[in-house]
């Protein structure tokens, strides 16, 4: 049985040199552009449009020029791929009501006709862009502080539920900071936009964080009262051992269907999609890697300040709900 | 042993009743006969797979102004609108307190559909009579009394720009408006092949124009919507309940403007504030594109669960069927409005019911390693393994609630599509990774009792 939890410091070093980056696009981000990420017109209003022509021929100078007398913010028009010989084209620019919206419709009807049955076009307005920005930050607060709850509930009658509470919470932040990280470079490079869908992504990855930890937690405390005479070290790395069939399984069933969405499905959701799965990756290797050895660091007052507060006894203890 | 073989009944029927309710064809049942439905039960399919429109409409007044109830009426009176449009599958909802969401599926043209919306449909007929200096007022935005006290109810100043009478200065005398109308239809005028509207007015308000017109014949009066006169013709003799607006209409502003007089005037001016217009090819790619992949996943899925499970796998995979049968059932009943964002939450509840046996699984197969029997290593596998599935899914439960509750901002509504597909998933799941699979699995076990016990790689050990 190889000795992970003995390398913790390498996967410590690891999930550092995964955070930093992303970290740092943060910052830089934020200094350059006021916002850690690109912020879709969810959060702060703006208009996408999804144009589609029926012909060839349409120019950039052609729909700057139809946008100008409306929009007097900066336009960013990008050609799409043409994957069936239409024309496409993305839009972004500020908030319009419908009668400008209309003009411009027309105006661009008339360089070249539209296939109204093939554009899309979303608006929201700053205000309400604010207001969803709120929420989400609310949502975001509501969640991390029931599931720590939550955590610590469930975990109430092992020795030291704390650690066990916080060190999940800390392999929660850990794939949370992954996903944002990850989001934040992909903004920088790729023009990534973070969306209410985003969020929505990053809290289903706190959620299955949790889960991950929960089910190696419950083997962990499982085996304490088996393997009375084994060290606190030994007993994780074998719980961890065991468990680890049903994370690899787990990962490549969601990994199955996401990249069935990634290839098959629809272009609409696929950022939503990608950023899911690489924070369920993360969840997966945040509870092995980083809650348990740092459960274990904890234990051996490897961690400053935190390691006076007493030690994990491999107390003996009721297996009483779990069987 | 018996007892699996009643859960397999209810299971059965059970089955047999989601495929029944996910069919097509079916749109309820009707127990006694009366003709009517005692059960509905259709597919709703958002805006981003059918195409349309959606728009967000906002309260144009300061808080406290206005009341919910006003708010109510405006929505009552979009209700009405929207319907007369013919469109029958739309929706409109009251948001906040402030805010009304339209939903429009299958609209191709936002600009008529939303123009007749939230227009506000203020019809007046004003006095001219008299009045020196006015001229040819056709289109231009004049101020009414009427519409001055509405402004002045709501603490605001009538604008400079709008016209005053030019005698006083004052604002012109409205003497009927179009809530004093019976009914109003559109008709064609085939001589000069012009549009008009014919009113009929209701009978107190009849007494009223009666009288006016009869002892101002030969004097103008205009015929007044939002501010805008839209025609100023002379009285040519007094006028009863029924008579006709002229104006320059198209048929489309003809029949709009019939259908805004008729459902009343909106008691609030209204804004766009959010709109998205999707176009039907889109929507329908979509969908086509979403059934591809989640079918290409869940059988690859299908296929691991078998391949490194075995016999286990195939009451897995069998109870995966009966889960994805139950989530469409369920989307119909209650309804559930499909969206991608839904359709994503139904394909990662797959992942976590596939978990839920996984657990299941891992945990027979240690026991089977222990040297346990194969009916021990089964329960032992169930017993064990429910504390971790109820736990871990009920953390996500939580989380899909808050998300759900955020979904409920207008502006972040894709969001509460995935949070109800995925709780109904992780809920049913709670039914079919335990209940489903164990009676799968125990009777399996039970018809291969004789090769499993032999061989140990049936049950992927």
């Not at chain 2, 048929?251 to 709109?275: H, T, V, W, Y």
Request: glycine letters at 8%; hydrophobic letters at 50%; a negative charge.
């Amino acid at each position: 049985m190889f000795n992970l939890v003995e390398k913790r410091r390498w996967f410590f070093l690891i999930s550092a040199i995964v955070i930093f980056p992303g970290l740092f696009a943060m910052v830089y981000s934020t200094v350059t552009t006021g916002a850690p990420f690109r912020m879709s017109i969810d959060f702060v209003g703006g208009s996408i449009y999804d144009l589609s022509f029926a012909e060839k021929g349409i120019t950039e100078g052609d729909i700057r020029d139809a946008f100008a007398e409306f929009d007097d913010r900066s336009l960013t028009v990008q050609r799409l791929t043409l994957d069936d010989g239409t024309e496409r084209w993305s839009v972004r620019g500020s908030y319009l009501e419908q009668d400008q919206t209309d003009q411009i419709l027309d105006k661009l009807n008339a360089i070249s006709p539209l296939n109204r049955d093939r554009t899309q076009i979303e608006q929201v307005s700053e205000t309400i862009g604010a207001e969803v920005a709120q929420a989400a930050f609310l949502a975001v607060l509501a969640a991390s502080f029931i599931v720590s709850f939550f955590i610590i509930i469930a975990f109430r009658t092992v020795p030291n539920a704390l650690r066990y509470g916080l060190s999940a919470i800390a392999a929660m932040l850990h794939d949370v900071l992954v996903v944002m990280g990850v989001a934040s470079i992909m903004g920088l490079f790729f023009g990534w936009e973070v969306d209410a869908l985003f969020l929505t992504a990053v809290l289903t990855v706190l959620a299955y964080s949790v889960q991950d930890s929960i089910v190696l937690f419950d083997r962990i405390r499982e085996n304490i009262p088996q393997y009375l005479g084994e060290p606190y070290e030994t007993i994780v790395n074998r719980s961890i051992w065991e468990t680890i069939h049903r994370s690899l399984a787990t990962q490549l069933n969601a990994f199955f269907i996401m990249a069935a969405i990634l290839l098959f499905g629809g272009e609409t959701i696929k950022q939503f999609i990608a950023i899911l799965f690489i924070g369920l990756l993360s969840g997966t290797y945040s509870s092995i890697f980083t809650a348990v050895p740092l459960l274990v660091a904890w234990e051996k007052g490897e961690i400053p300040l935190l390691s006076r507060v007493g030690k994990i006894l491999p107390a003996p203890l009721a297996v009483e709900d779990r069987v | 042993m018996a007892s699996h073989y009643r859960w397999l009944a209810v299971i059965l029927l059970l089955v047999a009743f989601c495929v029944w309710v996910s069919l097509p064809d079916t749109t309820g049942l009707d127990w006694n006969n009366d003709g009517e439905l005692d059960l509905v039960v259709e597919q709703k399919l958002g805006l981003d797979l059918v195409g349309g429109v959606r728009v967000l409409l906002e309260a144009q007044l300061p808080p406290g102004s206005f009341t919910i109830e006003d708010l109510q009426r405006a929505a009552d009176n979009v209700n009405k609108r929207v319907n007369g449009l013919g469109l029958t599958e739309a929706t409109v909802q009251v948001q906040g307190d402030r805010r009304i969401l339209v939903e429009l599926p299958g609209v191709t043209n936002k600009k008529q559909a939303v123009d007749t919306i939230k227009a506000t449909a203020l019809l007046e007929f004003v006095d001219f009579a008299g009045i020196p200096g006015v001229g040819n007022l056709d289109d231009t935005r004049i101020l009414t009394n009427q519409q001055d006290q509405l402004l002045k109810a709501r603490g605001e100043q009538a604008s400079a720009d709008l016209r005053r009478r030019p005698d006083t200065g004052q604002p012109f005398t409205t003497i009927l408006t179009g809530a004093d109308l019976q009914s109003a239809s559109a008709q064609y005028d085939a001589k000069t092949g012009r549009f008009f509207i014919a009113v009929k007015l209701n009978d107190s308000a009849a007494a009223t124009f009666s009288s006016f017109t009869g002892s101002r014949v030969g004097q103008p009066m205009a015929i007044v919507l939002d501010s805008t006169v839209l025609s100023a013709p002379v009285i040519q003799s007094q006028l009863g309940s029924d008579f006709v607006i002229q104006g320059n209409f198209t048929q489309d502003e003809a029949n709009s403007l019939a259908l805004q007089l008729r459902s009343g005037a909106l008691p609030i001016p209204l804004r766009e504030e959010a709109a998205s217009d999707v176009g039907a090819t889109l929507g329908q790619e979509s969908v086509n594109l979403s059934i591809r992949a989640g079918i290409i996943g869940v059988v690859v899925v299908l296929a691991f669960m078998v391949l490194y499970y075995r016999v286990p796998g195939i009451a897995a995979a069998l109870a995966l069927i009966v889960f994805a049968l139950m989530n469409f059932a369920a989307y119909k009943l209650i309804p559930v409005t499909l969206t991608l964002p839904a359709i994503t939450g139904f394909l990662i509840s797959i992942g976590t019911a596939v978990d839920g046996n996984i657990l299941i699984f891992e945990r027979v197969k240690e026991e089977i390693r222990a040297g346990k029997p194969l009916g021990m290593a089964l329960d032992l596998g169930f017993s064990r393994a429910w504390g971790s599935i109820r736990d871990s899914n009920i953390s996500t439960i939580i989380i899909c609630v808050v998300l759900f509750f955020f979904g409920q901002t207008p502006g972040a509504s894709v969001v509460s599509g995935f949070a109800i597909t995925l709780i109904l998933g992780l809920v049913i799941n709670l039914f079919t990774a335990v209940i489903v699979t164990r009676t799968f699995l125990y009777l399996l076990a039970a018809w291969l009792q004789k090769p499993l016990s032999e061989k140990k790689w049936l049950l992927g050990a």
